[in-house]
């Protein structure tokens, strides 16, 4: 009760300095008569306590409802839950049990523990063994399996048959060509304008003993194979360059278009 006089008093204090300050701004800046600011004010001052009152009430309805709903509580929530193992009921394992009494005994928290040993139990407890990880790997794991080498093709200085495992593992019989031991007279062919053949494979061609077109050209399909399988880091490329149609070309004075590119300059 006290706090609803209260309330209403500082409602009507503050109608009444709001009526007063619109009062003084309608009669010194509006420029309104003196009655007509007076009405003026007293109107604001009005509105302003009825809104201000019935902001009141709704707050007084908030705090009449909560207070009706906070004693309202289950005794059932409240309640501590039960964990006396001794008002659970023990369900005989060995006996089959009710279902229904060992469910409801699961739900309120309880443990449940056979009363007698299961049939069997004891043996399988013996026959249990010990499993250890010892980190084999997966070749340990399937000695059997076929496991691929790994390739790189993209790697320097890799080997061909690394990039292909199988491509020299299937090449028919092989004969190694004839090689020399130092160019013949006027000196060594420019083996670069053969498609394929760099300044690199160019210096293990003279390692070789491969210094001219017509040794390259008189190759017969075993010394290729021969060739192709002992090019170190270049293996396969005597045939999948074409090296001996070039030769063939090259050593009876003849061009053909990547020569002709390599006699101009640029190509390397």
Same mark, same amino acid.
């Given at each position: ?15 009444? !300095? ?24 007293? !109107? ?8 201000? #009152? ?7 309805? %908030? ?35 009710? !279902? ?44 059997? %399996? ?13 080997? *061909? ?31 670069? *304008? ?21 040794? !390259? %050209?008189?190759?017969? *399909? ?20 074409? #090296? ?25």
């Amino acid at each position: 009760m006290n706090n609803t006089v209260t309330r209403e008093k500082r409602i009507l204090k503050i109608a009444a !300095i709001t009526g007063l300050v619109v009062a003084a701004l309608c009669y010194l800046l509006l420029r309104f008569g003196f009655p007509g600011a007076v009405m003026t004010g007293l !109107i604001i001052g009005l509105i302003v306590a009825v809104i201000l #009152w019935l902001m009141g009430r709704g707050d007084d309805a %908030a705090v009449t409802e909560a207070s009706v709903a906070a004693p309202v509580a289950s005794p059932v929530a409240a309640s501590p839950v039960a964990t006396d193992p001794v008002a659970a009921p023990v369900v005989d394992a060995g006996q089959g049990g009710d !279902i229904e009494t060992a469910a409801s005994a699961a739900d309120t928290g309880s443990v449940l523990k056979p009363s007698a040993r299961l049939a069997g139990q004891d043996e399988l407890a013996s026959r249990k063994g010990s499993w250890k990880y010892e980190g084999a790997s997966a070749v340990d794991a399937m000695p059997d %399996a076929d496991v691929p080498p790994v390739a790189h093709p993209g790697a320097e200085g890799a080997s *061909e048959a690394q990039a292909l495992p199988d491509a020299e593992a299937a090449a028919g019989p092989s004969i190694k060509p004839e090689m020399l031991t130092a160019p013949r007279d006027g000196g060594a062919d420019n083996l670069k *304008e053969i498609k394929g053949v760099g300044p690199k494979l160019e210096a293990l061609l003279h390692e070789m003993g491969v210094y001219h077109f017509d040794q !390259i %050209a008189s190759w017969s *399909e075993t010394e290729v194979a021969w060739m192709d399988q002992n090019l170190k880091g270049f293996k396969g490329r005597v045939s999948r360059d074409t #090296w001996i149609a070039q030769a063939q070309v090259l050593a009876s004075g003849g061009e053909t278009e990547f020569s002709s590119k390599v006699g101009k300059g640029g190509v390397y």
